[in-house]
Nanobody
Framework: VQLQASGGGLVQAGGSLRLSCAASGRTFSSADMGWFRQAEGKEREFVTA????????YYADSVQGRFTISRNTAKNTVYLQMNSLKPEDTAVYYCAAKPDGGAYNVAEWYNYWGQGTLVTVSS
């Protein structure tokens, strides 16, 4: 699976952005997908994930209620809708894929990673 993230940019606090992650490869439909982020000088952290079927979604406490993950299997794409953005959401956002099973919020379970897209939220 190859992953290409896009949609990052500069937005004011309270604004919205939608990130996309386009996947190539026939295994997308059977892969759990996740978004992680890494702010400058900080460790990479889990943001959200969606199961291969789309039936299960998982969110970090810091984004619960503001971010929504979804996937379109026909387009081999996973989306991250980010609303009510805060300056502390500023980071490089990475999409990732893993086989079914394992912890959704642990980066080590993911074996495919996109290149990252920068989100900057100004105050």
């Amino acid at each position: 699976v190859q992953l290409q993230a896009s949609g990052g940019g500069l937005v004011q606090a309270g604004g919205s952005l939608r990130l996309s992650c386009a996947a190539s490869g026939r295994t997308f439909s059977s892969a759990d997908m996740g978004w992680f982020r890494q702010a400058e000088g900080k460790e990479r952290e889990f943001v959200t994930a969606i199961s291969w079927s789309g039936a299960g979604t998982y969110y970090a406490d810091s984004v619960q209620g503001r971010f929504t993950i979804s996937r379109n299997t026909a387009k081999n794409t996973v989306y991250l809708q980010m609303n009510s953005l805060k300056p502390e959401d500023t980071a490089v956002y990475y999409c990732a894929a893993k086989p079914d099973g394992g912890a959704y919020n642990v980066a080590e379970w993911y074996n495919y990673w996109g290149q990252g897209t920068l989100v900057t939220v100004s105050s």
